[in-house]
């Protein structure tokens, strides 16, 4: 594996070094920028249900139907090479310094259902090379997996978890490679599923799980519990009364234990192009002397406006700590590679938060709008408290068969009102993508960053880079 890559950056060194680091290695033309050029992103776009102390729901069994084998998708997979150019790789306000940047990616994703197994996989990887040696070569990516296996189908699964990726360190400066972290968050154990009456099921889980960072010192182990009774009101709608405990354990002796305890009802609807769903209930955390209870509440709504449009809204309130939030974030409407918040305590905090994400989609022009609100509040270490905030646009088009554009932008600000820290990062650039076989497609690409602090200096950043794609699918 090594040597391969080895061999392969070799080949991003010979590419024409035409202007920034980077790469485009998602399905879609044009996904944001991997590594350290993503701005930090707030952790709650909501793609998926919060799982309650890191777990899946506990309901892992609702709509679970084996496709058929016409239906299932086959294996999305691609890789690429490029090389580029950025004028201030420390991303620093004065002395900038430039540096040439080449660059190995490769991204891939399966989802696949069957009568036995469940699989959801989901990857995107980068290796860069610093020509220059700002900083040491890196591999940097995400992966998020979710296999079900079915020991009894219908009946008792096992569950296998795994969420890959990177964090920022000091929340107080730019992500750049020294500004952050790998983060690992693996979780196993069993689903039950029994019906009871035509009408009534149960559904209950465990869980061992595991959270290990690169440099924070918060590596953990936990024990997690969920336990569902419900009713299924019609064939498009349930109700059930929902029961989750968590007993996490940090290998730093100075944290004390953490304990977290979860009741909610759980209400959802399916119609023709409208699903909802909704968390309603209350939550309370046990660490050392201190106690903290809450509300937990969440509402989730998927609506098709057109064949074309879909609009994603998502709002809640729930206590949860630093690794679920972790395992739990997702990119907005940029895609590719995000570095997660930073990690800054072994407490639980209560997280607010709210989010959209619009998309169109047609045969030649795709474009997503994203939005983000995110308040975090600690109960004894107030200086952590955070407000966090930012919308994202991406614009695609195919402008003939081999030819494709595109233009991106992103907004995105962070608070810290007890400390008096507030800082916004911007960015903007556009793509020019060329087609050139049936698999590949080469493109250039330029990207603006810029940063803005309240009382201190920030920075300005320009990167071009070329990069070529091969897509197996």
């Not at 076989?437 to 080469?442: C, H, L, Q, S």
């Amino acid at each position: 594996m090594a040597a391969r890559t080895a061999s392969l950056t070799t080949l991003a060194r010979r590419a024409s070094i035409a202007t920034t680091w980077m790469l485009l290695v998602s399905p879609a033309f044009g996904q944001a920028l991997p590594g350290f050029g993503m701005q930090q992103q707030p952790s709650s776009f909501g793609d998926s249900e919060p799982s309650g102390f890191g777990t899946p729901t506990p309901s892992a069994f609702r709509g679970q139907q084996p496709t058929s084998p016409g239906q299932q998708p086959p294996l999305a997979l691609g890789i690429s090479v490029g090389a580029g150019e950025t004028d201030n790789i420390f991303r620093v306000p004065t002395d900038t310094t430039n540096q040439t940047i080449a660059d190995l990616g490769v991204d891939f994703a399966l989802k696949k259902q069957t009568l036995r197994l469940d699989t959801d996989i989901t990857g995107d990887f980068s290796y860069f090379d610093y020509l220059q040696n700002a900083y040491s070569n890196e591999l940097v990516g995400r992966f998020d997996g979710l296999l079900r296996a079915a020991l009894i189908p219908e009946r008792l699964l096992w569950v296998f978890q795994e969420d890959f990726g990177q964090e920022q360190v000091d929340p107080f400066a730019p992500v750049t490679p020294d500004n952050r972290q790998n983060v690992n968050y693996f979780a196993t154990g069993p689903e039950l599923a029994l019906h009871l009456g035509p009408n009534w099921f149960l559904h209950a889980g465990g869980r061992y799980a595991a959270a290990r960072y690169s440099n924070s010192p918060f590596d953990s182990n936990r024990g997690l519990g969920t336990l569902e009774v419900g009713r299924q009101l019609s064939p498009l709608s349930s109700l059930s009364l929902d029961a989750t405990v968590a007993h996490i354990r940090f290998d730093n002796s100075q944290f004390p234990v953490l304990d977290q305890y979860g009741t909610y009802l759980h209400y959802e609807i399916t119609g023709a192009r409208t699903t909802v769903a909704v968390n309603l209930g209350g939550t309370k955390v046990d660490q050392g002397v201190n106690t903290t209870s809450g509300v937990l509440a969440r509402l989730e709504v998927k609506r098709r406006l057109t064949p074309a449009a879909t609009l994603t809204l998502v709002a809640g309130r729930d206590l949860t700590n630093d690794a679920d939030a972790f395992s739990n974030s997702r990119s907005g409407a940029l895609g590719g590679i995000t570095t997660a918040p930073a990690a800054q305590s072994a407490s639980s905090y209560l997280s607010r938060y709210g989010s959209f994400i619009w998309s169109y989609e047609r045969v030649r022009t795709t474009v997503a709008v994203s939005g983000n609100w995110e308040n975090d509040s600690y109960a004894q270490q107030h200086a952590l408290d955070v407000r966090r905030e930012g919308v994202q646009i991406n614009v695609q088009r195919r402008m003939t068969s081999l030819l494709s554009a595109q233009v991106f932008g992103s907004w995105y600000e962070s608070d810290y009102s007890n400390v008096s820290f507030r800082d916004r990062d911007y960015s903007a650039g556009a793509a020019l993508g060329v087609r050139t076989g049936r698999r590949t497609e080469v493109q250039l690409r330029y990207d603006h960053f810029e940063r803005s602090v309240a009382g201190a200096a920030g920075y300005k950043e320009n990167r071009a880079f070329i990069t070529a794609q091969y897509r197996f699918q």
